[in-house]
């Protein structure tokens, strides 16, 4: 598995989404729930709160990632 580096310029000023496998993880309106959707619907969290999600959202079948959400060519995409 790669572990991802980011800069500290980008923990600290970047945007990110978890992601697990090719779909991305969403919270519902109570900010309890949350599903697996497609990436429009992605929830955006700074990096320490992105950090503590993904290591309370333990489950053996779900594998979580950290990705930096950037703009290409105008578009959102998550690298």
């Known amino acids: 598995m790669k572990k991802d580096r980011f800069t500290r310029l980008q923990r600290r000023h970047g945007k ?6 090719t779909s991305y993880i969403a919270f519902a309106k109570d900010g309890v729930s949350y599903g697996l959707r497609e990436f ?29 959400l ?8 998550a690298v």
């Open 70 to 77: 950037v703009n290409s060519n105008g578009k959102p995409k």
């Open 16 to 21: 990110f989404v978890l992601q697990s496998g």
């Open 40 to 68: 429009e619907h992605a929830n955006v969290f700074d990096f320490k709160k992105a950090e503590l999600l993904k290591r309370t959202i333990e489950k053996p079948d779900l594998e979580i990632d950290i990705k930096l």
